[in-house]
Nanobody, 116 residues
Framework: QVQLVESGGGLVQPGGSLRLSCAAS????????MSWYRQAPGKERELVAT????????DYADSVKGRFTISRDNAKNTVYLQMNSLKPEDTAVYYC?????????WGQGTQVTVSS
């Protein structure tokens, strides 16, 4: 069965860093584009970053450009989100998503809280 399991969230002070991971199973990971989304309380879910199935450079929301980096390891069926210079407004539940054409899979999310 398909699983996307996020990890690496937690509480961090402003200016700190976190690295999120999303481990995939149950589908051909290397055939799917991968994305990270986030949803803050009372707000809609928004796209943070996306990376094509073959890897390479990703695309980013303007709010995280220059601070976040998405990457993937197709040998490990895992996508990462390196988050640096974190701000309180980055506080949200972060989700990974796999997409190939009309087929999409979502993880259960991991909480990131940026606070002093």
């Amino acid at each position: 069965q398909v699983q996307l399991v996020e990890s690496g969230g937690g509480l961090v002070q402003p200016g700190g860093s976190l690295r999120l991971s999303c481990a995939a199973s149950g589908f051909t990971f290397s055939s799917y584009a991968m994305s990270w989304y986030r949803q803050a309380p009372g707000k809609e879910r928004e796209l943070v970053a996306t990376i094509p199935n073959v890897g390479g450079s990703g695309d980013y929301a303007d709010s995280v450009k220059g601070r976040f980096t998405i990457s993937r390891d197709n040998a490990k069926n895992t996508v990462y989100l390196q988050m640096n210079s974190l701000k309180p407004e980055d506080t949200a539940v972060y989700y990974c998503k796999a997409a190939r054409g009309p087929r999409t899979y979502w993880g259960q999310g991991t909480q990131v809280t940026v606070s002093s």
